[in-house]
């Protein structure tokens, strides 16, 4: 059972635009939301998260919104650029404090010149 | 944030052997991780690692199979044991922070099981 789905396994944008990605969840007990950026051959970096109480957080050119209801969110990269080119992870936990992660697919960005 | 190292990089390994993943972070944290992440697929979580006692295991991951300990606040290893080419993977170990929010991950082992 995947709690967490990223839906699409790769994203290509073009640079200067806006790069957005999407996460769903099912379940309803998952309280903080995190995204990471992955490179070839390196751990996930962290880069933004958000909590239940708040539908958007922002943090220079990335921001994340959250549709509880929908049990939805997103990743918005503006402007894009070629080093934002990696694989995008969306996780989630139900405990504050980011323990136990439950991580999506992964979303592979490319941004062309 | 804290930086983390992990023993070995990478490795290739024979089936029926095993091999233990060093993590050493740079500062004392609450909370150590084991993840792995198979080819092609996304991060699961095998177990807590618990200073001084037992780690707490996933649904899937067992204690023989993947021993793991964490003698202090700095430092962990996991074991792959008997190993098979199912277990070829990536292994990564991640920290919280004291009062922090998120989880920081080492670069990662990457093991291949012939």
């Known amino acids: ?113 | 944030s804290a930086v983390i190292s992990q023993k070995p990089s990478r490795d290739i390994c024979q089936r029926g052997t095993s091999l233990t993943i060093q993590c050493q972070v740079d500062s004392q944290v609450t909370m150590m991780f084991w993840y792995r992440q198979q080819p092609g697929q996304s991060l699961t979580l095998i177990a807590t690692a618990n200073q001084g006692s037992e780690a707490t295991y996933e649904s899937g991951f067992v204690i023989d199979k993947f021993p793991i300990s964490r003698p202090n606040l700095t430092f962990s290893t996991l074991t792959v044991s008997n190993m098979s080419p199912e277990d070829s993977s990536i292994y990564l170990c991640s920290v919280a922070v004291t009062g922090g929010e998120t989880q920081y991950f080492g670069p990662g082992t990457r093991l291949l099981v012939l």
């Not at chain 1, 996460?23 to 996930?44: H, I, R």
């Not at chain 1, 402007?79 to 934002?84: K, L, T, V």
Request: hydrophobic fraction near 35%; charge should be positive; include cysteine.
């Open chain 1, 1 to 113: 059972d995947q709690q967490v789905k990223q839906n699409s396994p790769s994203l290509s944008v073009q640079e200067g635009r806006i790069s957005i990605l999407n996460c769903d969840y099912t379940n309803s007990m998952f309280d903080y939301f995190l995204w990471y950026k992955k490179y070839p051959a390196e751990g996930p970096t962290f880069l933004i998260s958000i909590s239940s109480i708040k539908d958007k957080n922002e943090d220079g050119r990335f921001t994340v919104f959250l549709n509880k209801s929908a049990k939805h969110l997103s990743l918005h990269i503006v402007p894009s650029q070629p080093g934002d080119s990696a694989v995008y992870f969306c996780a989630a936990s139900a405990i504050r404090g980011a323990q136990k992660l439950v991580f999506g697919q992964g979303t592979r960005l490319t941004i062309n010149p």
